[in-house]
């Protein structure tokens, strides 16, 4: 880490001259997530991510407009919706009209509203929300609003996409479902029951049920449960201790099916899982490496690789969102006014070098992208995670996931 | 039936962890009046010090060497940093402990970063000892339940049966007459806090590779301990053993079955209401038993205080 | 003595498990009277103050305050109904000054209660009675010191002014002159006798000597129970007493 | 010793001396906008207000009344919920201003106090500590049970300017919601000062000391608590309330025990022996967080190892400390000790922050990307796979706390003389 980029409340609170004056020469965009406490692995993950995309994919390429370079600044919100509020108002005071964020739906909701009330009451210093990770549905339905754009699947679309998979797998007659108990955990429960009900009236659901979120030390009564009620697999969105605890139990106990996840990927998770996940972890997700999709993402893969070696290529979606924001500031000719970038990247279509179009649905801002099924192992993988010589295999596409998903957003865009 | 067994197992498996962790909390409660917030820190400490050498050393090493490393640790605590805090009385010694809490963990990030260590059971017991309809049940887990025993049986025959013990025990009902007795309570102060961390520690080594060792184990741990020994009752070894099984049980069984609250009211005898959605009750309704079972043990610990403060088995009050 | 006593004691028992230590006690003081428990080490001294100020439950018989029956009674409600009463060990507010303490011991007896309207320090009528106080136990010079640092005598002599501050017209002391030299000791009594005037006392001494120039009866416990109740003079004279008590102790202490 | 509390002064009417900082802490709450006036200084001067209050009202416990609560957030919380459900409540809310919300807030949360105090304050010590942490959890575990009030894991939101205009203010802006905050904050200090001097915040110190003695001057120790755990309560619910104008949501995280154990620690490391230590406390844990959490990561570790040492060599928190030396100020003997501290503290800073580069120093060579060699840390860069500054640094920290400790004797010395009158002992 350098400290070049932890910008943030110092210099807020010792310069009282507003700095609001934007520089022509750089388009600032705030990476709001942890990046102290103990989600601090993953948030300085993305943020190398980030920083690395916005150099290699924008500004060795000769930046946007005239030569405007981008700077990603991080700003440690400690993944508290308060904190991240905070960060917020420091980011917009240094002039920064981009804000990404990804960990924690409360987060993103929290954000989506402060940005979407900040922007109202204060129309010259405008911001875009773009949430590369948070995956609450109500984020792009009933909570939608015309600053924010999500570059990830939501939770129902990887539903969508992982049961359509879960369908043609004649072997598979019962399925448990299991989740943390929040909006998210919720979610992926109901979406798993309807949407197999309707798929494959065949299959019986034997379990549905929710656990405390961050509280359970010991998985082996649910683990118990779960081969009670044979079930031939087990679907969860459990993700951090809570993926890991509940893994590990369900396959020390013996259980042999598909475990879907939509987490149980790096950030340490691969190198635990280890041998004892081959085969059995699965993982829904978008941006496929094992085999490398384009030659373009073999080269980037190898590059972060080389410069962040104890790093993983983990969230492909990271150079979407920079690719794309690119993209649409040069359309829109400007990158201070937001309004007209937005507009810009609402209906874009974006040649993703992980394989496939993304589509940004101007409906609800939601982007539609091929997702993948993958399998935990350590056959023919390329490039595996947390250096563990496993990774995420693709075992099954599927194109433009969810792009007939309805939604009930009700875009309200500025007059 | 079958699956009974299989709880009562897993939920013996648990409670003696607790209990291990509870035994030298109650220890160090009842003599020093100090509730121990960092005690189940000692106990990720274990954990972290034993994957360390199990690197180099092997399991078995670690299991020897890491308990009274923190044994070592935890009287130099006391030592250098609690009887210091102890004049100031109890509440700063309560806040020392919580900082302390707070500053391992930010140590153990330190030297250890942030993610989940792969410490594994050592591989001669990485086999299944027995099913029972198609549950296994690990070689690693009978082998926890018989350390945790045999740590409870030497401990009651130290209590009982030596000097060292006599004193000890005569401490907890009496602490000021010991004292006057001339026995150097400092030292003896020392000795059971180091003897009390020590054997959080020993629950942290045979602990890591099930629970995984990760830095916020003491955390999911931590209040868990003081609610076993409150519910247990102050100075009583029974008293903290009664109370981890209690838990250990009653968590698991409340997670291994649904008891849905819907069917508890109906079968007191309300209706459930016709229009459930957005209604004040609809959370009420549709409570099943696994989401709250890890929050049972406060409920418990909360009615405890309030009918019967000096817990189970406490002939003190806390 | 007069007709309607102030503090009436009724076969009062207490056992601490198969240990009897008070054996049924009976005993009558009247208004005004200054009356002295003393007995040797070990006779259930402060038990038996403890029982009639609540602290403990008695395990049988009955304690009557003017004619009420404190049975059941909490600590706060009996000092409530006109009693007060002093530690054998000092039991101050040690962080608060001298001030505190005695206007913390007005506060309830001046109405204020539970009261979270009304400003004390405003209050100049409890500053002045507080300061009456400070000048009875010749404090006043202390006045803005934390409690905890005066010297034993002084903070023997700030739990006397604690107890007496309330205005209960029955105060209790234990062992008031405990632990302390002679010259402290003569002082602790003319201060006694100098805030209890018209007031009902019953003490608890050890000390002979204070006991003679103060109380106007004297009853003598051992082992739990009263052997003689009288004028300091019969009490002398009483055969049992001397036998008991007077002769090994006198001999000791002189 | 440092845990005297405020000097009882036998005039009887507020003095100029008692009105004065009063007055001084209006004038800079006033002032501090037009000298710190980018949004986001005011955002987090209207936190710490918030925050300031939320001490303050914990202190009504821990200070002054002696009672240990580890879930204190909760009433903070209540009340904040509560008041983002009435700005959701539109027809109500439309006609009601909004700088009057707070007190909703505070309803809610004395409410909550008096339901939970009716048990919790039969005790002190160990059950009331013991049972604040148990009631803490559960609320904080039914904040994502509950979601009706909760509002589940994303919390509740509301919008604030939908209030009633007041005097034509819709609240749009962060420094119209600074001065709510700070009028509020002013009110709220100044009411929970003049509680601490009615019989009950009298009493309450009394019953914190012994709370047997204070029971034999006809006052229930149980009821001093409860009547102290409510005053507190209500003050955390106008907090909360606070809370709910400034951000305009609530999560779970104003529950939990993080929270909690967050404003223990500010109280403390402020010190709870005096009125004003915990606003120092916020104050100093804001900055240390935000300056810190600039500079480094590892800011926590620093944080949790300086409670420790708080805790550890001044009790009394930052307010002790400044306290302490009024009697050698009084004595006119403050000046002896300068030369001391010089000799104690400044190889003490310089051996402490050489430790703290050592373990930068050692995190960047662990943890930096492959190819950053470099670092910066006290305006100097260096590779941090160098041999020199590891050096450096260790023989820095080990000479200046060694010399440090060679001075303490002095400086004990030094410091009992500042403490003794002239011409004797008492």
């Known amino acids: 880490m350098h400290n070049t980029v932890r910008y943030g409340l110092g210099a807020a609170l010792a310069m009282s001259v507003s700095a609001t004056a934007l520089f022509a020469d750089t388009v600032k965009i705030a990476f709001i997530d942890p990046l102290s406490g103990p989600f601090a692995a993953t948030g300085t993950n993305g943020l190398n991510q980030f920083q690395f995309a916005a150099e290699t994919l924008v500004n060795d390429k000769g930046g946007v407009l005239d030569g405007d370079t981008f700077e990603v600044l991080g700003f440690d919100n400690k993944i508290s919706p308060k904190e991240s509020l905070i960060q917020l108002q420091v980011a917009i005071d240094q002039g920064v009209r981009y804000v990404v964020q990804g960990n924690s739906s409360g987060v993103a909701n929290a954000l989506t509203d402060a940005i979407d009330k900040h922007n109202r009451r204060n129309p010259d210093s405008q911001v875009l929300f773009l949430n590369y990770s948070a995956v609450d549905p109500a984020l792009t339905n009933e909570k939608c609003n015309f600053w924010h754009f999500r570059f990830d699947g939501h939770a129902d679309m990887k539903m969508d996409a992982l049961t359509d998979v879960i369908a043609q797998d004649d072997s598979i007659k019962k399925v448990y479902v299991i989740g943390q108990d929040y909006s998210f955990g919720k979610a992926v429960g109901s979406a798993a029951q309807s949407m197999l009900a309707e798929k494959r009236p065949d299959i019986e659901i034997v379990g549905n049920e929710l656990h405390p979120i961050g509280k359970v030390k010991d998985f082996t009564p649910y683990a118990r449960k779960i081969q009670a009620s044979e079930a031939d697999a087990v679907i969860t969105g459990n993700w951090g201790a809570d993926m890991y605890g509940l893994g590990k139990s369900i396959l020390d106990n013996g259980f042999e099916g598909p475990i879907y996840t939509y987490y149980a990927a790096a950030d340490g998770m691969t190198a635990a899982f280890g041998e004892a996940g081959k085969d059995s972890i699965r993982l829904i997700s978008e941006g496929a490496q094992n085999p490398p999709p384009t030659p373009q993402a073999a080269e980037y893969i190898e590059a972060f690789k080389a410069k962040y070696p104890d790093g993983n290529v983990s969230q492909s979606r990271i150079t979407n969102t920079i690719e794309m924001l690119a993209k649409a500031i040069e359309e829109a000719g400007t990158a201070t006014d937001v309004q007209k970038v937005a507009a810009a990247l609402e209906g874009m279509e974006h040649e993703t070098m992980w394989g496939g179009t993304v589509y940004m649905r101007p409906e609800d801002h939601q982007a539609i992208q091929n997702m993948h099924v993958f399998v935990h192992t350590n056959d023919d993988i390329t490039y595996d995670y947390d250096n563990s010589g496993y990774g995420m295999l693709t075992e099954s596409t599927i194109e433009n996931a969810g792009a007939d998903t309805p939604t009930t957003c009700d875009m309200k865009r500025p007059s | ?318 | 003595m007069s007709t309607t006593s102030a503090l009436k004691l009724q076969d009062l028992k207490k056992n601490f498990g198969k240990a009897e230590i008070i054996r049924g006690v009976s005993l009558d003081i009247g208004e005004s009277e200054r009356h002295a428990i003393i007995g040797p080490n070990g006779a259930g001294k402060s038990t038996l103050f403890n029982l009639i100020t609540g602290r403990f439950p008695p395990t049988s018989g009955k304690v009557f305050l003017h004619g009420h029956d404190l049975a059941g009674k909490a600590p706060f409600e009996i000092n409530r109904m006109g009693l007060s009463r002093s530690f054998q060990i000092t039991n101050i507010f040690p962080k608060m000054t001298v001030f505190e303490n005695v206007r913390c011991a007005l506060l309830w007896a001046e109405g204020y209660r539970y009261s979270f309207w009304n400003i004390v320090n405003r209050a100049s009528h409890l500053a002045d009675a507080t300061d009456e106080i400070l000048a009875q136990i010749n404090l006043t010079e202390r006045r803005e010191l934390p409690a905890g640092v005066l010297s034993y005598a002084e903070q023997r002599a700030l739990e006397i002014g604690i107890t007496i501050a309330g205005g209960a017209d029955v105060i209790m002391l234990d062992e008031p002159t405990a632990g302390m030299s002679h010259s402290e000791t003569d002082y602790i009594v003319d201060l006694i006798r100098k805030v209890t005037v018209g007031k009902t006392l019953i003490m608890v001494e050890h000390d002979m000597g204070v006991v003679f120039g103060l109380a106007d009866r004297i009853s003598v416990l051992v082992y739990g129970e009263i052997i003689a109740t009288g004028k300091p003079e019969e009490v002398r004279a009483n055969a049992k007493v001397q036998e008991a008590y007077l002769g090994a102790a006198l001999e000791a202490e002189h | 010793m440092t845990d005297i509390t405020q000097k009882s002064t036998a005039t009887p009417a507020m003095t100029m001396g008692n009105t004065l900082p009063w007055i001084l802490a209006a004038a800079f709450l006033f002032i501090a906008p037009i000298i710190f006036s980018s949004n986001s200084a005011i955002t987090i001067m209207n936190q710490m207000g918030i925050t300031m209050v939320f001490a303050l009202a914990y202190n009504m416990l821990l200070g002054q009344g002696g009672m240990l609560s580890f879930g204190h957030a909760v009433y903070m919380g209540v009340g904040g919920f509560a008041c983002v459900h009435v700005m959701n409540m539109t027809d109500l809310f439309e006609k009601m201003p909004l700088p009057v919300l707070p007190i909703v807030g505070g309803l809610v949360g004395m409410l909550f106090a008096i339901a939970i105090g009716s048990f919790s304050t039969r005790k002190a010590g160990t059950v009331f500590a013991m049972i604040s942490l148990g009631v803490g959890e559960l609320v904080a575990a039914c904040s994502v049970i509950i979601v009706v009030f909760f509002g589940g894991e994303e919390g509740v939101s509301g919008d604030r300017t939908y209030g009633m205009p007041f005097f034509g203010i819709e609240f749009l802006r962060q420094i119209e919601v600074y001065y709510l905050t700070s009028f509020w904050l002013l009110v709220s200090a100044l009411l929970m000062f003049l509680f601490s001097r009615t019989p009950v915040g009298r009493m309450a110190n009394a019953v914190r000391d012994n709370p047997e003695r204070a029971e034999f001057l006809g006052y229930s120790a149980r009821w001093v608590r409860f009547y102290s755990f409510v005053a507190s309560g209500f003050f955390c619910g106008i907090a909360g309330g606070l809370f709910a104008i400034n951000f305009e949501i609530l999560t779970e995280e104003n529950l939990n025990l993080a929270t909690s154990g967050g404003i223990l620690l500010m109280t403390f490391l402020g010190g709870a022996g005096f009125f004003f230590g915990p606003v120092l406390g916020v104050v100093t844990f804001v900055l240390l967080q935000t300056v810190l959490g600039l500079q480094t990561e590892l800011w926590a570790l620093y944080v949790g190892a300086l409670f420790l040492a708080t805790v550890m060599f001044f009790p009394g928190g930052l307010s002790g400390l400044i306290m302490m030396h009024v009697t050698p100020m009084r004595l006119g003997k403050l000046n002896r000790l300068y030369v001391p501290y010089l000799k104690v503290f400044v190889p003490a800073i310089i051996g402490t922050l050489s430790l703290c580069g050592f373990i930068e120093i050692l995190f960047h060579a662990r943890h930096a990307a492959l190819g950053e060699d470099e670092m910066t840390i006290f305006w100097t860069t260096f590779s941090s796979h160098a041999i020199l500054p590891w050096i450096i640094t260790i023989v820095v920290a080990v000479g200046g706390i060694w010399l440090a400790k060679q001075s303490a004797p002095e400086l004990n010395e030094a410091w009992h003389d500042a403490n003794t009158p002239d011409g004797g002992a008492r």
Do not use: C
Request: net charge neutral; no cysteine; hydrophobic share 55%.
């Open chain 2, 1 to 318: 039936m079958d699956l009974v067994l299989v709880n009562l197992i897993d939920g013996l498996v648990t409670g003696l962890l607790l209990f291990m962790l509870s035994a030298g909390l109650t220890l160090i409660f009842s003599m020093m009046g100090v509730l121990n917030f960092a005690h189940a820190s000692f106990y990720m400490l274990g954990a972290y010090f034993a994957y360390q050498i199990s690197i180099y050393l092997g399991f078995w090493m670690g299991l020897l060497i890491a308990p009274p490393l923190v044994g070592l640790l935890g009287a130099g605590v006391e030592r250098y940093g609690l009887r210091r805090v102890h004049q100031y009385g109890h509440v700063p010694e309560l806040i020392f402990t919580f900082g302390l809490a707070l500053l391992i963990e930010e140590v153990v990030q330190f030297i250890w970063g942030r993610n989940a260590m792969p410490y594994m059971e050592p591989e001669i017991l990485q086999f299944t000892a027995f099913s029972i309809a198609g549950n296994s049940i690990p070689a690693y887990k009978i082998f926890m339940i018989f350390t945790s025993v045999a740590i409870f049986i030497a401990l009651l025959f130290v209590l009982t049966r030596t000097r060292v013990g006599m004193i000890i025990q005569a401490a907890l009902s009496y602490p000021r007459t010991v004292e006057a007795l001339g026995h150097n309570v400092p030292l003896v102060f020392m000795g059971v806090f180091g003897v009390g961390t020590a054997l959080a520690g020993v629950a942290g080594v045979i602990a890591g590779p099930v629970l995984t060792t990760f830095p916020g184990m003491a955390v999911v741990l931590g209040s868990i301990v003081f609610v076993t020994i409150v519910i247990g009752g102050l100075g009583s070894l029974w008293g903290a053993l009664v109370a981890s099984l209690l838990i250990g049980w009653l968590t698991t069984f409340a997670k291994a079955y649904n008891i849905r609250m819907e069917d508890i009211l109906t079968g007191v005898g309300f209706t459930k209401p016709e229009v459930i959605w957005d209604s004040m009750w609809q959370d009420l309704w549709s409570l099943t038993s696994p989401q709250i079972a890890d929050i049972l043990p406060y409920l418990l610990m909360v009615l405890i205080l309030v009918f019967r403060p000096y817990g189970l088995f406490g002939k003190r009050d806390v």
